[in-house]
């Protein structure tokens, strides 16, 4: 079993900057990849960035260069910098882990809302 405890998130005018932080508990020896999604009103829930246990990263179009993704394996923290944020990045950002057995995890969710 894996927990995940996200921090960071709230309100930030547009063009603005926020830090997203992710902790992992639990059997975290099996997680492979780490990463943040996120569910935008109106849409499905979309992955924003992924990083595996071995650095290789992955983003959505929609955030290359704005957005970056970093992990901390000795203390299981993967963190997402978020720049030049606009009203289009307003969301619930979820923390995500998925073990090398094809199990997904999933954290409670934090608001990131944009005023425009």
């Known amino acids: 079993q894996v927990m995940l405890v996200e921090s960071g998130g709230g309100l930030v005018q547009a063009g603005g900057s926020l830090r997203l932080s992710c902790a992992a508990s639990?059997?975290?020896?099996?997680?492979?990849?780490m990463g943040w999604y996120r569910q935008t009103p109106g849409n499905q829930r979309e992955m924003v960035a992924q990083?595996?246990?071995?650095?290789?990263?992955q983003y959505a179009d929609s955030v290359k260069d704005r957005f970056t993704i970093s992990r901390d394996n000795a203390a299981m923290v993967v963190d997402l910098e978020m720049n030049s944020l606009t009203a289009e990045d307003t969301g619930v950002y979820y923390c995500?882990?998925?073990?090398?057995?094809?199990?997904?995890?999933w954290g409670q969710g934090t608001q990131v809302t944009v005023s425009s």
């Open positions: 995500a882990a998925n073990t090398w057995a094809m199990r997904n995890y």
């Open positions: 639990g059997d975290i020896r099996t997680i492979n990849l």
């Open positions: 990083i595996s246990s071995r650095g290789s990263i």
